[in-house]
DNA sequence: CTGAATTATCGGATATGGCACATATAAGGT
DNA sequence: ACCTTATATGTGCCATATCCGATAATTCAG
């Protein structure tokens, strides 16, 4: 009934949400940076949607959060069109 | 009962999936950047599992094939560990 | 086996990541 | 207001992505 699972299409929503989750977490970018062996500059970047971070780091970094990725087919009914509303 | 979701851990689970996916379009890799607006040569270093590519180039490139990623929390039951078996 | 297609690799050019270090804003608490 | 923390921005440096063009090396059909 509600999205279990985090749609991530572009840098931004993959930003969003490690931002959103580290906030949980209660961790600073710099705590943050350190778990997942990267500056607080590095992690400002990714969160800001920075679209050009190496998959590498965003692995890391989500790892550190204890988050994955999934790859699933594009859902045709999940807002085929995202606008990044932030 | 079966994996509807395909885990996504390390650049290498990535390109694999990426090329089962591609062959089972059947397409080239030159077709597929071509698609997803990069070379053939860059499809390649994905595929194996180039752990630096850019975010943005697999995102198009999932885009390309009708993929998306989602971000969930890490499965635990999930093998923990993961080899890449290839 | 042979030729065509596919995939992998090499060199040079340009762009950018992430590092280190410094600093500038922005937020938050008292 | 003040001070501390948190986040964003800047420079120089080295490594590497991706581009382009060319070419090995591999796979596949006949």
Redesign the interface.
């Known amino acids: 009934m509600d999205t ?8 931004k929503h ?1 930003g969003n ?1 490690i931002r959103r989750t580290r906030r949980k977490l209660g961790l600073s970018q710099a705590e943050l940076g350190n778990k997942a062996g990267f500056r607080q500059e590095t992690i400002s970047l990714i969160e800001t949607g ?7 780091t ?2 890391a970094v ?2 550190a959060l ?10 045709k009914g999940d807002s085929g069109m995202i606008e990044d509303i932030f």
């Open positions: 279990m699972t985090d749609l991530a299409r572009t840098p993959i949400l920075n679209p050009a971070t190496k998959l590498e965003i692995l989500l790892a204890d988050l994955e990725f999934h790859i699933v087919p594009r859902s």
